[in-house]
């Protein structure tokens, strides 16, 4: 991958950034194929598809500004190798980002790029997000959580919507099945405090891949009994 490829990809997806966030971004993409080969962090390895299916694909939220404000908070729930959480941090230094997995091999990579890139506005947290939505420090304190390629949306729900102050938003990655997750997404939603917004087709140019971003806006405080122990949601989702 080269320098030239990423900005091209960039300019072509209205998504602001300059060459030095790009060579940060070629870095990562530099240590993540390293990482890769000693164990299991991405599927996905070919380097144009690795460019929009992961980093384009997690930029293309910087098109709708509006659920990224100035200086606020990021958690990524579920961040695995750090996406969508890590490229956010590269091309806004303004945001406080807090990538979050169960897994802490992946978090041992993610402290690695992010010792690499001395990205300053990224810490990492070891944690399930049952549990976190019960820890005091965490619960209801981040105006942004974000998923991608993690749990159906009434799942998604129950994760992220503890986390997110009122007034936040959960924003979740999905794909053509999103629509299909869409009804029980909203009632979900509604239960812990959250509304649902219209589906946003998020299409990448070039590409017939049917990404979708599902938007919950926070509205009031999630009920405490929620998120239920770790396991639960997935085995059992809501509603």
Known sequence: MQITQIMDRLQACSIPGDEGKARQLLR????????NTRMDLTAV??????????????????????????????????????LPGLPLAIFRPDLQVTL????????????????????????????????????????????????????????????????????????CWKGPSATEEEEKGRRAAHLLGGHLLPLIPCPIP???????????????????AYPRRAGTPSRVPLV
């Open 100 to 171: 979050m997995d169960a897994q802490m091999k992946r978090l041992r990579f993610l402290e690695a790029v992010i010792q690499e890139l001395h990205l300053v506005n990224v810490r990492t947290r070891h944690a399930r997000a049952e549990d976190a939505g019960h820890d005091k420090e965490m619960r209801e304190s981040f105006h942004t959580a974000c998923a991608r390629a993690v749990a159906p949306l009434p799942v998604l729900a129950e994760y992220m919507l503890p986390l997110v102050r009122t007034g936040g938003f959960c924003l």
């Open 206 to 224: 070039g590409r017939d891949w049917q990404h979708m971003l599902a938007v919950i806006r926070k509205e009031r405080p999630c009920p405490r």
């Open 28 to 35: 990562y993409h530099e240590m993540l194929l390293d990482w």
């Open 45 to 82: 390895t070919e380097e144009e598809d690795m460019l929009d299916r992961h980093y384009i694909d997690s930029l293309m939220i910087l098109t709708s500004p509006e659920y990224l404000p100035e200086h606020t908070s990021l958690l990524d729930v579920g961040t695995g190798a750090g």
